[in-house]
């Protein structure tokens, strides 16, 4: 996904937000991201990701499971 990409939908879901990207390997495909926004206030670290990712559940999936459910 494109930095530019990335940053609209953050935008989207957080108007105000200031993003600033890195690009861990070089290759845009594993991003590391600050997000400031004044939507955050009162809000715990992990409501904060919650909100950043869900402007971003599109391009994410995650299969996660037990070792039991993997078995």
Known sequence: MKPEDITAK???ALP???VTLKDLT???DHWEA???SSA???KSLIQRHRM???AL???MTLDVKTP???G
């Open 10 to 12: 953050i935008r989207v």
């Open 16 to 18: 105000d937000a200031v």
């Open 26 to 28: 070089g290759t845009q």
């Open 34 to 36: 600050q997000v400031i």
């Open 40 to 42: 955050f206030e009162g």
């Open 52 to 54: 950043v990712f869900s």
């Open 57 to 59: 559940a599109d391009e």
């Open 68 to 70: 039991a459910e993997a």
